[in-house]
């Protein structure tokens, strides 16, 4: 069955590390994104890429960083530098070209300890 | 701020009554979008409509647009336990190539 698929589902932090969170897709999908959720507020884009080799800032991309090496991939690491990287982290992929229809990945809970 | 605003942020409807969830946006869009999500999940998407659109039916839901108000419905018929959920509109800007949600409608639909 085709999908996207995050690892890890639950994953906890100490203060100071970097953590990466994978993203795999088996859609054929141009279009990637990963997404930011606090308890009770939307979405809010972190990174997205539309192409292997090249990626956009979202709006909230200070203390992120990720590599598109490969179409079915796209992982995001959280460095020490993101002040408050507890958050559920959501992955997203699309058909490139029109803004239509998102496939989500289950998401992964990040906690800093 | 965010493109999409949800109104009611929560809402608590027996079985069988219609739920209605508002969405308003700022911006001139290409579409909008609906999406739900269950507690600790990933957003499945529900339904699109496109700015030229004004209804559109699937299943149970009806979504409604209107652009001179820039807003939104989404109206779920004859609700079951199962449609408890959040529930998100997402809108692309005219000139954009990104989605942007809101911060989703609670629905919680007792049996």
């Known amino acids: 069955d085709g999908g996207i698929t995050q690892s890890p589902k639950y994953l906890f932090r100490k203060e100071g590390q970097n953590v990466t969170l994978s993203c795999e897709q088996n859609l054929n999908h141009d279009a990637m994104y990963w997404y930011r959720q606090d308890p009770g507020q939307g979405l809010r884009l972190i990174y997205y890429?539309?192409?292997?080799?090249?990626?956009q800032k979202g709006d909230i991309a200070e203390g992120y960083s990720v590599s598109r090496e490969k179409k079915e991939s796209f992982p995001l690491t959280v460095t020490s530098a993101q002040k408050n990287p507890t958050a559920f982290y959501l992955c997203?992929?699309?058909?490139?070209?029109?803004?239509?229809?998102?496939?989500f990945g289950e998401g992964s809970r990040l906690t800093v300890l | 701020s965010q493109q999409g605003e949800e109104d009611p942020q929560a809402l608590s409807i027996q079985e069988g009554e219609n739920a209605t969830m508002n969405c308003s946006y700022k911006?001139?869009?290409?579409?909008l979008q609906w999406y739900r999500q269950n507690s600790g999940r990933g957003l499945v998407h529900l339904i699109l409509?496109?700015?030229?659109?004004r209804e559109k039916h699937s299943g149970r839901l009806r979504v409604t647009l209107d652009t001179s108000k820039k807003s939104s419905s989404l109206l779920i018929t004859a609700s079951r336990a199962a449609d408890t959920a959040s529930y998100f509109c997402?809108?692309?800007?005219?000139?954009?190539?990104?989605?942007?949600f809101g911060a989703g409608t609670i629905l919680r639909v007792k049996s």
């Open positions: 911006t001139s869009i290409n579409n």
């Open positions: 409509i496109r700015s030229n659109e």
């Open positions: 890429s539309q192409i292997v080799n090249d990626f």
């Open positions: 997203a992929s699309s058909i490139i070209g029109d803004t239509g229809e998102l496939f």
């Open positions: 997402a809108t692309d800007a005219l000139y954009g190539n990104k989605l942007v």
